[in-house]
């Protein structure tokens, strides 16, 4: 419960803005699925890795939504900088990540030596239950 009440007062400060959605590799597909989410519940979203809204113009109307495991680091230091609101999911609680978000959402724990291609990794289950814990 800590994070709900935090995710849910930024979701409703943009209900009637606009809301990215973005993740590389495997966090692209979750990413995906996030927006689509989020649009069945009335937001208007786009997910895009496309960096043209990022401009400092943008930042009162435009939430950024960050899905990583490990990366997406510079996009978010850039949106960060020019003053957008940032929400992120991370496995490392301590990353640049983390440190450039508004509210970083901790998924699991983080392990530098644990490798995308293992047998058993529970990141983006993790992920997608938490999401739907925040918005339900």
Do not use: W
Request: contains cysteine; charged residues 20%.
């Amino acid at each position: 419960k800590p994070y709900k009440k935090d995710f849910n007062s930024l979701l409703s400060e943009y209900k009637n803005k606009q809301i990215v959605i973005t993740g590389m590799g495997f966090s692209d597909i979750i990413s995906n699925f996030i927006s689509e989410a989020l649009f069945l519940k009335g937001y208007s979203c786009a997910h895009t890795l496309h960096l043209q809204l990022l401009s400092p113009e943008n930042k009162d109307n435009l939430l950024i939504i960050a899905i990583s495991r490990s990366r997406l680091v510079e996009l978010v230091e850039e949106a960060n900088n020019h003053g957008f609101k940032i929400i992120s999911f991370t496995a490392n609680k301590n990353s640049k990540l983390a440190k450039a978000s508004t509210l970083s959402v901790p998924i699991g724990s983080y392990d530098s030596f644990k490798s995308i291609s293992e047998e058993f990794n529970t990141f983006f289950g993790e992920l997608l239950l938490i999401f739907e814990y925040l918005t339900n």
